[in-house]
């Protein structure tokens, strides 16, 4: 094994370079693109699986640029993340999607949920500040809000992200653990921390049909859900095999591309049209 010095990246590993000028780069076009409001949030439906109907949407950030064409969330908020800029990004998630959630209540009631990353919670007054100041803007139900959050958030918690969260939540904003199973989770942090609800990641799913380890874990999660009277959504849902597994699981909730993509505010208000007309 060849031994690297302390700028062996640099040196030897062309790949890591390009990876970091692109992430460089992709901060500075994405810093233009919060200036030009060239974010747009997409809606994906989340479906009460006991009715098969739409009570909720998940908003999820979209950039495309002009030079490198759509850029997943998956890479521009660990971006953001690294450069600060999620301060922003988050801001304009929860202003933008509390106002279009308030607009849709004339169509049905349904909740929102909306992504908060655990670089936000690093300035707890600011987030809360965002928080109420999109709430009050909107005129939305704070009932009908819902805040996810992911399992990092449990790992590095302080006593002050611990308050604001009692404090969100006795407004009534409901608290999501969001991709469940994938990160730190200890049991005694779901029992310290004041949630409503757990997201199962969409890994375990996948393999469902196949895979009766991942059935058990599936079934394992919803028992423990249960127990901590938490509700259950169940993400990347792809077919009819497993709306029926988890139907006949009594899983609460569901989400997934069986049911919609992420969609344009438009078309999500068609989508609830239908559910109404229906
Ligand atoms: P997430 O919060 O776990 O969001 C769910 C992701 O799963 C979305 O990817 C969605 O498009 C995808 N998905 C939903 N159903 C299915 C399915 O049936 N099959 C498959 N294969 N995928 C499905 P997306 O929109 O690319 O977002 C990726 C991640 O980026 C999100 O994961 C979230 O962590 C982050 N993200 C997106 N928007 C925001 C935002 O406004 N703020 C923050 N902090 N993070 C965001
Ligand atoms: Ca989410
Ligand atoms: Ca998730
Ligand atoms: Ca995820």
């Known amino acids: ?10 040196l030897y590993n062309p790949d890591m370079n390009k990876d970091a000028q692109r992430a460089l780069a992709l901060g500075t076009r994405l810093r233009s693109a919060i200036n030009n409001d060239e974010l747009e949030l997409y809606y994906q439906p989340i479906v009460d699986l006991s009715t098969d109907k739409i009570v909720g ?10 030079e490198f064409g759509a850029v997943s969330p998956e890479e521009f908020i660990p971006i953001a993340e690294k450069n600060g800029l999620i301060h922003r990004i988050g ?33 707890c007054e600011q987030l809360y500040a965002q928080i109420r100041h999109a ?7 704070p009932e ?26 006795s407004m009534g904003i ?3 653990i969001d991709d469940f199973g994938t990160g730190y989770s200890a049991l005694s942090y779901l029992q310290k921390f004041p949630f409503d609800r757990l997201k199962i990641d969409r890994s375990f799913l996948q393999q469902i049909e196949n895979k009766s380890e991942d059935r058990e874990l599936v079934n394992a999660i919803l028992a423990m859900a249960k127990a901590l009277k938490l509700e259950v959504v169940a993400e990347g849902i792809e ?17 997934g591309y069986f049911y919609s993509k992420p969609v344009p505010a438009s078309e999500f208000e068609q989508l609830l049209h239908e559910v109404v007309a229906a």
Not at 1 to 10: A, L, M, P, S
Not at 57 to 66: N, Q, V
Not at 160 to 168: G, N, T
Request: a neutral charge; glycine letters at 4%; proline letters at 1%.
């Open 135 to 141: 709430l009050l803007k909107s005129g939305l139900d």
């Open 91 to 123: 801001e304009l998630a929860i202003s933008k999607a509390c106002m279009q959630a308030a607009e849709w209540q004339q169509i049905s009631p349904i909740h929102l949920s909306v992504n908060i990353s655990s670089v936000q919670f690093r300035y």
């Open 174 to 176: 409901k608290l999501t």
């Open 239 to 255: 077919s009819q095999k497993h709306v029926d597994y988890l139907k006949g699981k009594r899983c609460e909730f569901g989400q």
């Open 144 to 169: 009908l809000l819902d805040i996810e959050v992911t399992e990092s958030l449990l790992f590095n918690h302080n006593e002050e992200v611990l308050q604001l969260l009692s404090r969100l939540q």
């Open 57 to 66: 949407a998940e908003a999820l950030m979209r950039w495309r640029d002009e």
């Open 1 to 10: 094994v060849k031994q690297e010095g302390r700028n062996g990246f640099n």
